[in-house]
């Protein structure tokens, strides 16, 4: 039997609660403006920062959000909803404005990386997809940023391939990521296609298992291609780089045919890595690079090139694709967890209200907010949008949406947010790059937001009544 794929349907990428609630506040007759902040508690993998992914998917959930009739009969199926609700539902768009830090952009935690501002039904039924947009994509391209990180240790530039697709919790949004993040190529031809990304890939050990010698394998992949990499731990890396160097001097001298690259994928690396290394230049063959692939992630590649592994590039497929932590050193991994919370409500008759959650380190900062960086990366200021701006300070949340359309310039190109990303990763100073940071970056609330906070908190003492 054929199975479809399912199809993706706007107004049903929300949990269940939020159409839920919906009801409710239109059963009261609530439904004032209200600005919601999403934002992280703490930066993944035990490091000081995120690089901001995923704006363009948000904006664009933010605009394609609908529900179809077909839409609305599977909500009448599942809940007992008043037909007057669902017609609304019906014409519901997001007509709000939307703030966000750009893509590629540096953020820490605190901060909030969308400011949103909509009628309550608006904004609190995005609130899923835009978490969703924003945890995967920034997880990644924070993961990616990392793994290029300890792989140009030394000050060399080695690249740093992603091959996540096979294990990738989202293949595409992965690859463009990691590419944000400063990965060189993808192995998969869908994003490649789609991105215009590079593409780059070597070959399995099948191909080598299916010749009858590891040496007719070679010749058969030196044969086919004007310049090839070869995979050498198939049986034993040692003899595979011996018959590698032979088969390659032959295929130059016959075909023309270049070896680029040599890839390793198991077993000893450092000691391999630099008996093939060795090998190669006492063959005159110093312009071969020598690929490492394994399960690495950036611990992983750190530790190797701390211990003199001659690699010159690395291929990343797991722990890039889900962006895993590290059980060893006990960092967790695998999702982001950015939050979205309400943080300022207008009501029908106009009146202010700031909104707060107190839990702990789970309470929330009341008000419409501004984050604004010193331009040596010296602190960053989270303030009310009324209070001005420092002297000197960057702006970091820009308007993206108003009245629900996107704003001109808001989707610059994958090249730009690219290169905007490297800028900033190239600014931030050095001890925030670190795998495991001794300080975080200073983030300060002024002195107004504090004071708006307390009020808030004072002013719920008639909640507990």
């Known amino acids: 039997m054929h199975r479809r794929s399912p199809a993706i349907h706007p107004g049903l990428m929300t ?3 939020h159409p839920d609630s919906a009801f409710v506040s239109w059963r009261a007759g609530r439904n004032g403006m209200t600005t919601f902040d999403l934002y992280t508690r703490v930066a993944p993998f035990g490091g000081a920062y995120l690089l901001v992914a995923g704006i363009e998917n948000a904006l664009e959930f933010a605009q394609n959000f609908h529900y179809t009739p077909e839409d609305l009969r599977f909500l009448a199926q599942i809940r007992d909803y008043d037909s007057a609700f669902l017609d609304e539902l019906a014409r519901l768009r997001f007509t709000g404005e939307i703030l966000a830090f750009p893509e590629g952009s540096i953020a820490f935690p605190n901060e909030p990386i969308l400011r949103v501002t909509a009628p309550f039904r608006e904004a609190l039924l995005l609130e899923a997809g835009l978490l969703s947009s924003i945890n995967l994509s920034t997880l990644i391209a924070t993961k990616a940023s990392r793994i290029v990180y300890a792989a140009e240790q030394g000050g060399v530039k080695r690249r740093v391939a992603e091959f996540a697709f096979r294990r990738a919790q989202e293949p595409l949004t992965v690859a463009r990521a990691a590419y944000i993040g400063g990965c060189a190529s993808t192995s998969l031809l869908n994003a490649a296609y789609e991105y215009r990304l590079p593409a780059t890939g070597t070959v399995p050990h099948a191909l080598i298992e299916l010749f009858p010698t590891e040496k007719e394998a070679f ?4 044969d086919a291609y004007n310049r090839y990499t070869l995979l050498l731990d198939t049986y034993d890396p040692r003899q595979a780089i011996q018959t590698a160097i032979e088969v390659a001097q032959r295929s130059q001298e016959s075909l023309g045919h270049t070896l680029a690259a040599v890839r390793l994928d198991s077993g000893d690396i450092v000691a391999d890595s630099i008996y093939v290394r060795e090998q190669l230049d006492k063959a005159d063959m110093r312009q071969v690079r020598i690929l490492a692939s394994s399960d690495l992630d950036e611990w992983k590649i750190d530790a190797l090139l701390k211990a003199g592994a001659a690699i010159d590039s690395f291929g990343v497929g797991t722990a890039l694709g889900s962006g895993a932590g590290s059980a060893e050193r006990g960092i967790e991994g695998g999702a982001l967890g950015a939050v979205y919370k309400e943080v300022w409500h207008v009501d029908e008759a106009g009146n202010e209200f700031p909104k707060v959650k107190i839990a702990g380190v789970k309470s929330t900062w009341p008000g419409k907010k501004e984050v604004y960086r010193h331009p040596d990366w010296i602190e960053d200021i989270v303030q009310l949008a009324q209070e001005p701006r420092p002297d000197s300070y960057h702006r970091m949340l820009r308007p ?9 310039g808001s989707l610059p190109p994958l090249s730009e947010i690219r290169e905007l990303a ?10 925030y790059h670190a795998l495991t940071i001794d300080e975080a970056y200073p983030v300060r609330f002024s002195e107004a937001l504090q004071i708006l906070r307390k009020q808030a908190i004072q002013s719920l003492g008639s909640v507990f009544e």
């Open 15 to 17: 949990d269940l609660y």
């Open 219 to 222: 010749e058969a992949i030196a």
């Open 422 to 431: 490297q800028q900033n990763l190239q600014a931030l100073p050095d001890r």
């Open 400 to 408: 993206v949406m108003r009245n629900g359309e996107m704003i001109p």
